[in-house]
Nanobody, 123 residues
Framework: QGQLAESGGGSVEAGESLTLSCAAS????????VGWFRQSPGKERAIVAA????????YYTEDVKGRFTISRDNTKNLVYLQMNSLTPDDSAVYYC????????????????WGQGTQVTVSL
């Protein structure tokens, strides 16, 4: 049984950057599409970015497009989310998740979830 673990969250000021990492154990991330989701108090968990299996494409929601970049390093079994120009609206718990395809992730068909990492952006 695979597990995912996020790291890299923290507290920053508006305009600053953070890079989140998603590490897999017990399975190989290269077999999966991987997405980053976020959830803030009172809101549902929602996808913000996803990357398909190696050689495929990427997906971003409109509110992060141009600011966030998802990437994967299959040699290290890691997926990253580079977040630039952060705003207080980006404050949330960020989760990584693995699934068969980007569309699977968008539809909530998730094979593995991580435990989440908190990102707090202040003015």
């Amino acid at each position: 049984q695979g597990q995912l673990a996020e790291s890299g969250g923290g507290s920053v000021e508006a305009g600053e950057s953070l890079t989140l990492s998603c590490a897999a154990s017990g399975d190989t991330l290269g077999y999966y599409a991987v997405g980053w989701f976020r959830q803030s108090p009172g809101k549902e968990r929602a996808i913000v970015a996803a990357v398909s299996r190696p050689g495929g494409g990427k997906y971003y929601t409109e509110d992060v497009k141009g600011r966030f970049t998802i990437s994967r390093d299959n040699t290290k079994n890691l997926v990253y989310l580079q977040m630039n120009s952060l705003t207080p609206d980006d404050s949330a718990v960020y989760y990584c998740a693995a699934g068969r395809h980007i569309d699977s992730l968008r539809q909530g068909a998730i094979d593995y979830w991580g435990q989440g990492t908190q990102v707090t952006v202040s003015l």
